[in-house]
């Protein structure tokens, strides 16, 4: 991928090719026909249906466009949601729970690079010791 292309405004396609990409992936979908991204069995990103929980606090209407990504810790996750300009969040649903939210219809105020790294950090936390070694492996950190 050029530098252009991972500094370009990240879209909804990005997140489903981008999770396809990973390695041992499988993908299952839950009510209303939303995909949930899985490694080993194990979900690491899911989009959400409309809940109680996460509502348009100016109009009360439930959130239609949420993406569930998985965290590698509560600090992880802490770090994602307490910056009040971030644009992740998290509700009471998902405490105790390592994740975070992202509403769909912001997902361009991040870049593809910044997206890619949060569906690969999102994949590393579910994945088993053995297959995230080994991705490590074939892809160190910058």
Do not use: C
């Amino acid at each position: 991928m050029s530098d252009d292309e991972g500094s370009r405004p990240a879209r909804i396609e990005d997140v489903h090719e981008l999770a396809l990409a990973m390695p041992h992936v499988t993908v299952e979908y839950g009510t209303g026909g939303n995909p949930v991204y899985q490694v080993g069995g194990k979900s690491f990103i899911f989009f959400r249906n409309p809940r109680p929980d996460a509502v348009d606090p100016e109009t009360g209407e439930r959130y239609a466009d949420v993406i569930v990504f998985w965290v590698e810790s509560e600090a992880d996750k802490q770090a994602l949601v307490q910056d009040e300009a971030s644009l992740f969040f998290t509700t009471a649903h998902f405490d105790g729970h390592r994740s975070v939210l992202l509403r769909a219809g912001r997902i361009g105020e991040l870049t593809r690079n910044e997206l890619a790294e949060v569906v690969q950090d999102a994949w590393l936390s579910r994945a088993s010791a053995r297959r995230a070694a080994d991705w490590l492996r074939a892809h160190p950190p910058a």
